[in-house]
């Protein structure tokens, strides 16, 4: 199958022979119910001009010229469409998104196939035979191709392309991004300029783009969403976690800050500004409050109910935590323990009174040494009259104390 840089550059005759040019480019786009768009045009470099020939003209691409069906003054006019893309001037040394192998990759060379009389792009080379084939060593690029066949080579309906030089357009509609685990995503990310990762988060739904923020530090998290509309961060603080939330709004300027509470609604808005009311590296500053408290008077089977009906949006729900009309905390147990009781039995009789929590003042070393040392998924977070405030969650207690170098290695706790 042919690559693009071997046909980048041979000559261009039309039907009886006389030379019109040079092959400058390949124009390709997307067909209905294909995954690999066909080339529709090619680029024609002449003295007077680019001229760009509709395919249907082109009586053989692989030969050593390229011989067009009619004389250069009976070729067709062909006029570039929205969705059309330059092989070499939009794809070739651009950074493209793995999606199979979830990351970021420099396209080296653009491998075409022939499937009845139309060529499609088949494959993206990001390996080292694509750049030997570019400077002219085609015979190493073999060798090395046959070596290892595989290793630099992905499937075009694989990728995700990014343009550099106009708002982000895939393929598809995002749709492999959103198949993406967010911690994928915001991996991706990272490996992005600034403006590249800003079109690419632009692309999200408002959810997808809450998770992976989530899985960046809070400094990123502000970079990434400094030129987005005030409307749009709105929604996705919204969607983020109360404690994931109320990081990202300290490390934005305190003006912004304000304005985006304002226009968030109401209940988040509150649990927000409770949040940031405390010191960043107490417990109160790093609690969330998304948490099930639930009263001692109803039965396991009346708690299973409650909480199908009222705990749908939390992330995880490893404890329940039982406590009076004034949220007072009495005791706790974990859904495990919930599943398995028996559904008439009450909450009051099968709860643990006694229980490892924090203060609100409370440091978040001291937080994360409590999680280690009684092995805790979560930890509650009360007030000198034993009121619930929030949880730390073990994967927000490390997140918090371990450098960034430790944490890429760890496993995420919860997802």
């Known amino acids: 199958m042919p690559f693009v840089s071997n046909l980048i550059g041979r000559p261009v005759t039309d039907v009886d022979g006389a030379r019109v040019g040079r092959l400058d480019d390949l124009i390709a786009t997307p067909k209905p119910a294909v995954p690999h768009p066909e080339v529709v045009a090619i680029v024609v470099e002449r003295k007077r001009g680019r001229l760009i020939v509709p395919f249907s003209s082109v009586a053989v691409l692989v030969a050593p010229a390229i011989s067009l069906w009619c004389r250069l003054e009976d070729v067709p006019a062909y006029i570039p469409g929205d969705q059309d893309l330059y092989l070499v001037r939009d794809v070739l040394d651009k950074q493209i998104i793995d999606t199979n192998g979830v990351r970021v990759v420099r396209v080296n060379d653009l491998e075409l196939a022939r499937v009845n009389h139309h060529f499609l792009v088949a494959n993206v080379d990001f390996g080292g035979a694509g750049l030997l084939r570019r400077i002219g060593l085609d015979r190493l690029a073999k060798l090395l191709g046959r070596s290892s066949p595989a290793g630099g080579m992905v499937s075009w309906h694989e990728v995700e392309l990014l343009r550099g030089d106009q708002p982000i357009r895939l393929k598809v509609p995002g749709d492999k991004l959103a198949e993406l685990h967010p911690a994928d995503l915001a991996e991706i990310i990272s490996d992005l300029s600034q403006e590249e990762s800003s079109k690419l988060l632009a692309s999200l739904d408002v959810k997808t783009l809450a998770d992976t923020l989530e899985e960046v530090e809070p400094e990123f998290q502000a970079s990434l969403v400094r030129s987005m509309p005030d409307e749009k961060v709105a929604d996705v603080l919204e969607e983020m ?169 760890l496993p995420r706790l919860y997802h």
């Open 241 to 409: 976690a109360p404690d994931e939330a109320a990081d990202l709004l300290a490390e934005l300027p305190q003006e912004r800050s304000q304005e985006l509470l304002e226009l968030m609604e109401g209940e988040e808005a509150a649990d927000v500004r409770r949040l940031l009311a405390f010191p960043e590296e107490s417990a109160g500053g790093i609690m969330t409050t998304d948490y099930v408290s639930i009263r001692p008077e109803l039965t396991v089977e009346a708690a299973m109910a409650y909480l199908r009906q009222n705990a749908a949006e939390l992330e995880s729900i490893d404890y329940l935590y039982v406590t009076d009309a004034d949220e007072r905390m009495l005791g706790v147990l974990s859904l495990h323990e919930l599943v398995l009781a028996n559904p008439t039995q009450g909450l009051r009789d099968i709860m643990h009174r006694r229980y490892v929590s924090v203060q609100l003042q409370e440091s978040q070393n001291e937080v994360a040494h409590l999680i280690a040392k009684y092995d805790l998924r979560a930890i509650p977070v009360l007030d000198g009259q034993k009121r619930l405030h929030g949880i730390v969650t073990a994967d927000d207690a490390l997140d918090k104390i371990l450098p960034t170098r430790w944490k890429k290695r």
